[in-house]
């Protein structure tokens, strides 16, 4: 069954994912705000770039996804967000020198251990049913595990710091492992993206079918990413978020 991917550029990139227990919205991470509202386009926009992302948004994205954006409109978004910095919502960014590599010991013990210890934030800039504008903040070394975006197209902009970015699309058609009761516990995956983003750089885009529908996050450095996602996850509309482990099939790599 799997004879037809035994191709040797491919062997090193094809990997069973596993789906986790954990499903639902990304919820592992702590919530805030940047302004004094969660939907501040809406109510109190700080920056004419964030209120014109928000109506490119508003006018192009629809709750079923359909029709998906188009080249044109993917390239638009995307200049636009290339364009916004972190002083345009309402933010500066934070330093590199977090003591990494110095040790924990001194004077210092306490605030550093605090400090490595931060969660990662986030916020809603605006949310809909067609499409969500948020933050993600992340600490140095902290990581979002790898999780899809069933039906969505997903814009990624990092703000400041670096952040290493792993990636996978499904094999299609699905190739799938079945557990000890007949059911799938497992399907196959190709390698699409293992890279490292460091601002100022190009927005990254995901799509449903390619560009790494399924990633992990990395923070090398203190940094932030502003993502669009759309449309948005919707458990009644087929769009759960599912956290996955991955590693290498055996039966390609031998």
């Known amino acids: 069954m799997l004879s037809k991917f035994q191709i040797a550029v491919d062997k090193a990139r094809m990997l069973f994912l596993g789906a986790r227990k954990t499903q639902g919205s990304l919820s592992p991470f702590t919530q805030c705000s940047f302004s004094s509202s969660a939907n501040m386009v809406e109510h109190q926009s700080s920056s004419s770039k964030v209120q014109a992302l928000y109506e490119l948004c508003k ?9 998906p954006p188009s080249s044109a409109v993917v390239q638009k978004i995307c200049s636009l967000l290339d364009s916004i910095s972190p002083a345009d919502v309402g933010m500066k960014e934070e330093t590199s020198d977090d003591d990494r590599g110095h040790g924990i010991f001194g004077l210092q013990r306490l605030s550093r251990v605090a400090k490595w210890s931060q969660p990662i ?17 992340f600490p140095t070394s902290s990581v979002i595990p790898l999780h899809d975006h069933p039906g969505m197209t997903v814009f990624s902009k990092v703000l400041y710091g670096s952040l290493h970015v792993k990636a996978y699309d499904w094999v299609e058609p699905a190739v799938l492992s079945k557990n000890k009761d007949g059911f799938p516990s497992e399907r196959l995956a190709k390698f699409a993206v293992d890279k490292v983003l460091t601002a100022p750089c190009g927005t990254s885009v995901l799509y449903p079918n390619a560009g790494g529908n399924l990633h992990c996050f990395t923070a090398l450095t203190p940094c932030a990413v502003l993502d669009i996602l759309t449309p948005t996850y919707n458990e009644q509309a087929g769009r759960k978020c599912t956290y996955y482990h991955d590693y290498p099939d055996s039966t390609l790599c031998k």
């Open 121 to 137: 934030t986030y916020t809603d800039v605006y949310e809909c049913d067609s499409f969500t504008i948020c933050i993600f903040c």
């Open 59 to 67: 006018s192009t994205f629809s709750s079923s996804g359909l029709p």
